[in-house]
DNA sequence: TTTTATTATTACCAAAAGGTAATAAAAGGG
DNA sequence: CCCTTTTATTACCTTTTGGTAATAATAAAA
């Protein structure tokens, strides 16, 4: 398979949001329309985004772009991940 | 489980867009960064799209934006769906 | 019309994402 | 400090997405 690119979050700019707005993480997952434990690992990066997240983000938080808070993260085929050298 | 949001691709938009460009879904595929069985079962509606999918898009099309090829659905919680009448 | 190549579709399986519920950790109130 | 409530984390399972490979459909070439 080749190179393929996954849309990620800026975790740190995200954390940083809902301090701002003193939303928990479960208010956040109840707005966006996912579970409290999706965001949980999303946010500690454990888990990729879907589309659910995406779409449930940017339909009800109008003051985040898609540039703002995603990147695009170019994935290597499986087998090909860089290795750690330690 | 509460509403949640998708994104969903504008599939005729989409199409167009290949035929215009003289792209096969294959080679579409490619440049995306997916098999093409996924771009052909999104492009008939039998697959939601993938982080993947958006981001392959988004990132090698610079002249396909967001807001031109995606928008957003609602989708209703497991056994809420609309029945056929029929 | 048969053969070959390209393109589209789908069955099958593997991997990843999402939810529920249980647990742990942190914060307040007394 | 103990009890209660909120918040965060994770084990377990279900659903969805993605790939490979087989098949079907279409087109192009001889």
Same mark, same amino acid.
Do not use: G
């Given at each position: 398979?080749?190179? #393929?690119?996954?849309?990620?979050?800026?975790?740190?700019?995200?954390?940083?949001?809902?301090? #701002?707005?003193?939303l928990s993480e479960s208010e956040f997952a109840k707005t966006i329309g996912v #579970?409290?434990?999706t965001v949980n690992r999303i946010l500690n990066g454990k888990r990729n985004l879907g589309s659910k997240f995406i779409g449930g983000l940017l339909k009800n938080f109008h003051d985040l772009s898609f540039e703002l808070v995603f990147s695009y993260e170019n994935k290597l085929p499986k087998g090909n991940e860089v290795q #750690?050298?330690?």
């Open positions: 398979m080749k190179n #393929s690119v996954d849309i990620v979050v800026n975790t740190d700019f995200l954390k940083a949001y809902l301090i #701002s707005k003193q #579970s409290h434990s #750690s050298v330690i």
